[in-house]
């Protein structure tokens, strides 16, 4: 079983950065690939971004490519989200999520943190 945690959400102005972690209990962390995904209200959750085991490969939706960066640390067992230069339409909860390969589709995922609010001012 893995655990996730997730930190670092709250409320930005529009143009700020954040930074969010996501902590993993399992010390097979580097195991997994990991990915981010967020549920605006009244929305269905979508995909930001996902990371292989090593961190080689990293795969971005197309609204947040150039803004967000994920990145991992597995001596840490932590998963991060850099988001830089955020707008409104970023707002939802974010969650991180663990399975055995990158991908898209939520469905791949078998692990997932309970998620943190990100809000983002105009």
């Known amino acids: 079983q893995v655990q996730l945690v997730e930190s670092g959400g709250g409320l930005v102005q529009a143009g700020g950065s954040l930074r969010l972690s996501c902590a993993a209990s399992?010390?097979?962390?580097?195991?997994?690939?990991m990915g981010w995904f967020r549920q605006a209200p009244g929305k269905e959750r979508e995909f930001v971004t996902t990371i292989s085991r090593t961190g080689g490969n990293t795969y971005y939706t197309n609204s947040v490519k150039g803004r967000f960066t994920i990145s991992r640390d597995n001596a840490k067992n932590t998963l991060y989200l850099q988001m830089n230069s955020v707008k409104p339409e970023d707002t939802a909860v974010y969650y991180c999520?663990?399975?055995?390969?990158?991908?898209?589709?939520?469905?791949?995922?078998?692990?997932w943190g309970q998620g943190t609010q990100v809000t983002v001012s105009s």
């Open positions: 399992t010390r097979t962390f580097r195991s997994y690939a």
């Open positions: 999520a663990a399975g055995y390969m990158t991908g898209r589709d939520p469905k791949q995922y078998s692990y």
